[in-house]
């Protein structure tokens, strides 16, 4: 993604997590892949206030070559996001679903097929201080295998190829916890099987599932 424009998506982004309760103040941070670098929110940003400003760009050394603010305490975690180079976009929040899924297992189990949207499975970080090198590292590795990861006692972090794609894998993966903790709440949640997942995705495949088609 160009530089031109990106500040003010990224504060778009941020203002739509907070309207559909994803973030709350400050906790989180938003990223998108430019040219030579990326663009993440500044540290202490209101989400649901968030404008242009707000956003620096980054370079690969990690210098602010835009903007006036500090970046986010959590760059390196983003930073380890893209190592993967179809990552265009990372979503950091602290969503309570996720934060209570977090305290309670080490994994969130595939229990609905748009699941496999973020990867199936989705590994929740062991607890590592926020902004260290540790949790980055941690995150980034859980992120290789799949489009989230939850991180004990903090939050959630999604990709996506594009900043819309990786805010509708954020509330997807919320989604998919809160339906795991309301079922866990009564018995132990069934889980797809390895087989039931293989014939989702081949029926996906083959039916165009999900795809906007023409008239």
Known sequence: MIASGVREAVADACRSLAAQGLVKGTAGNVSVRVDGGIAITATGVVFAEAVAD???????????????????????????????????????????????LSLVSDRLPCVHYQQLALGGEIEVVPFSVFGSAELAAATGGALAAANAAILAHHGAVTTGRDLADAVTNTALLEWACDIYLRARAV?????????????????????????????
Do not use: F, N
């Open 187 to 215: 018995a132990v949640p069934a889980e797809l099987s390895p087989e039931q997942q293989a014939a989702v995705l081949t029926a996906a495949v083959s039916t165009g599932y999900g795809q906007k088609h023409g008239a």
């Open 54 to 100: 707000d956003v620096v760009i980054v370079d690969g050394e990690k210098r602010v070559v835009e903007g006036a603010l500090a970046p986010s305490s959590e760059l390196d975690l983003h930073r380890a996001a893209y190592a993967d180079e179809a990552v265009g976009a990372v979503v950091h929040t602290h969503a309570p679903a996720a934060i209570a």
